[in-house]
C-alpha cells in the first residue's frame, strides 16, 4: 500500500538553530499539505500546495517558517531560528486532485527544540 | 471558540460497551465530515467519513445533523484495540484544508 513519506521521524535541536523537514506524497497525489500538532491538541494547517503552488499558507508563520515544493512532487518545511514554541508533530499529508477532504497522513517528524 | 469542538475525555470503559463521541462545528460553510483515529504518537487515520443519512462500518455508526451542526461516532462492543484518540473532522470544498478538533481520549479497559 502507498504511504506518505517522511523525514526525519525525530528532530532535537536547540533554539535559533535551522531545522528541515521533508515530505514525499503518494504517487499521484497533486495536494499535499503540512500541519502542525502540539501535544493534545488536533492538527493545525501551515501550508497547501496544488502541484508546485502554495494555495494557503495563511497559518505559516513567515517570518520563520517557509514552505517549498519545486517539482511538484516531495516538499520541504523548513523552520529558521527554531523556538521552543515550536516543539511539536510535523504532519505531511497528501490527497488526489478533486477529493481533497480525504487525506492520507505520513508518520510525521518529531520535534523538539530546547 | 474552537471551529471544531469535542469533548476531550477520557471516557474509560469496559471490554464490550457501547460508547459514544459528540462533536459540534460552527462554520455552517462545513460541507464533508469525517472521524479520524490516531494512537498514540502516531499519524492519524481515516476512520470513517460522515454521511446525513448516517453510515455503518462493522461496530462504527456516524451521524450527522445539519440544523444543529453537530457529528457523532457510536462504537458498539468496544474491544481494546479501540484504545485511541477520535478527532472530529470538518473539510470544505475547495482550498481550505481540513479543520481538526482536539480530540476525544479513550481507553477501552479488559
Known amino acids: 500500500e502507498a504511504e506518505v513519506a517522511q523525514s526525519p521521524r525525530y528532530k532535537i535541536t536547540e533554539k535559533s538553530q535551522a531545522v528541515a523537514f521533508w515530505c514525499d506524497p503518494i504517487s499521484g497525489h497533486a495536494t499535499l499539505y503540512w500541519y502542525r500538532q502540539i501535544l493534545g491538541q488536533g492538527p493545525e494547517l501551515l501550508v497547501q500546495?496544488?502541484?508546485?503552488?502554495?494555495?494557503?499558507d495563511s497559518q505559516l508563520p513567515k517570518d520563520r517558517f517557509s514552505a517549498e515544493r519545486l517539482k511538484g512532487v516531495d516538499s520541504t518545511l523548513k523552520i529558521q531560528p527554531a523556538e521552543l514554541g515550536d516543539s511539536a508533530m510535523y504532519l505531511c499529508?497528501?490527497?488526489?486532485?478533486?477529493?481533497?477532504?480525504?487525506?492520507?497522513f505520513g508518520p510525521g517528524t518529531r520535534l523538539l527544540v530546547l | 471558540r474552537k471551529e471544531v469542538e469535542q469533548d476531550p475525555g477520557p471516557f474509560n470503559v469496559p471490554e464490550g460497551a457501547t460508547v459514544a463521541f459528540n462533536c459540534t462545528y460552527s462554520n455552517s460553510a462545513s460541507q464533508s465530515f469525517f472521524w479520524y483515529r490516531q494512537d498514540c504518537r502516531k499519524e492519524p487515520k481515516l476512520l470513517m467519513s460522515?454521511?446525513?443519512s448516517g453510515n455503518e462500518d462493522g461496530r462504527f455508526t456516524a451521524q450527522l445533523n445539519r440544523a444543529s451542526q453537530y457529528i457523532s461516532l457510536l462504537i458498539r462492543d468496544s474491544k481494546l484495540s479501540d484504545s485511541a484518540t477520535y478527532l472530529c473532522v470538518a473539510g470544505r470544498t475547495g482550498r481550505r484544508a481540513l479543520t481538526f478538533g482536539s480530540g476525544t481520549r479513550l481507553q477501552v479497559q479488559p
Open positions: 500546495f496544488q502541484d508546485e503552488s502554495v494555495v494557503d
Open positions: 460522515v454521511y446525513s
Open positions: 499529508a497528501s490527497s488526489f486532485p478533486g477529493t481533497q477532504e480525504t487525506q492520507y
